[in-house]
């Protein structure tokens, strides 16, 4: 089945060390994004590709960056986690250029930050 | 900027019977689109239903519905005949149609089924 994947499902890190969540797709889809979710809150996109062209989110802090280095794979590195960057991180994808693309999630990467 | 409310963190339906989930949002743009995400404990987001907004007929999806009332900035997500695995986070998201691949979600509601 196509579908969008995310190593590792859970991540640990130790404060201030750098660390990379990756998301992989099989659908083929030109628009991937990033998205973080802390605890019982909504999901709040950090950023997005379309193709190979970047859009970061105004707020988004300069500690978090991604990659991407062909349309099946993308990357988030988070430079110096800080406890405040604990939380689920969300890949998905779409097919974008159309007038509706309904997002397609993957089951995320939980990341602890001790 | 668009924002998206859910004004219900928690709710919880009998097993069998009609439970409607509320969202509110606002925009000052005439064309977008809506969706209801479902978010089931440690898997992954899907979809449940969207409205476009140009639509006035409301979407349905075999057991689920929406009440879209655009005037009011309302979208409200109807399940009936509740079953157990309808136990999950909902959220009700926002799109504009004007080239932002970007959606804004709402803060969710937790929805336990009773058996």
């Known amino acids: 089945d196509a579908m969008v994947i995310q190593n590792p499902r859970y991540q640990v890190t130790q404060f201030g060390k750098p660390v990379t969540l990756s998301c992989s797709q099989t659908l083929n889809h030109n628009v991937m994004y990033w998205y973080q979710q802390k605890s019982s809150q909504a999901p709040k996109l950090l950023f997005h590709?379309?193709?190979?062209?970047?859009?970061n989110e105004a707020d988004t802090p300069d500690n978090f960056q991604s990659r991407r280095p062909n349309t099946s794979f993308c990357f988030l590195d988070i430079r110096s986690p800080g406890l405040g960057d604990a939380a689920m991180y969300l890949c998905a994808t779409s097919r974008g250029g159309t007038s509706y693309n309904e997002q397609f999630f993957g089951p995320g990467t939980r990341l602890t930050v001790l | 900027a668009q924002t998206v409310t859910q004004s219900q963190p928690e709710m919880s339906v009998q097993e069998a019977e009609t439970v409607t989930l509320s969202c509110t949002y606002d925009t000052s743009e005439s064309d977008y689109y809506l969706f209801w995400y479902k978010q089931p404990p440690s898997r992954q987001m899907i979809l449940v239903i969207r409205q476009e907004a140009y639509k006035q007929q409301n979407a349905t999806e075999n057991r689920f519905s929406v009440n879209f009332q655009k005037a009011a900035k309302s979208f409200s997500l109807k399940i009936s005949d509740s079953q157990l695995g309808d136990a999950a986070m909902y959220f009700c998201?926002?799109?504009?149609?004007?080239?932002?691949?970007?959606?804004?979600f709402g803060t969710g509601t937790r929805l336990t089924i009773i058996p």
């Open positions: 590709y379309y193709d190979k062209d970047f859009n």
């Open positions: 998201a926002y799109r504009t149609n004007f080239g932002n691949e970007k959606l804004t």
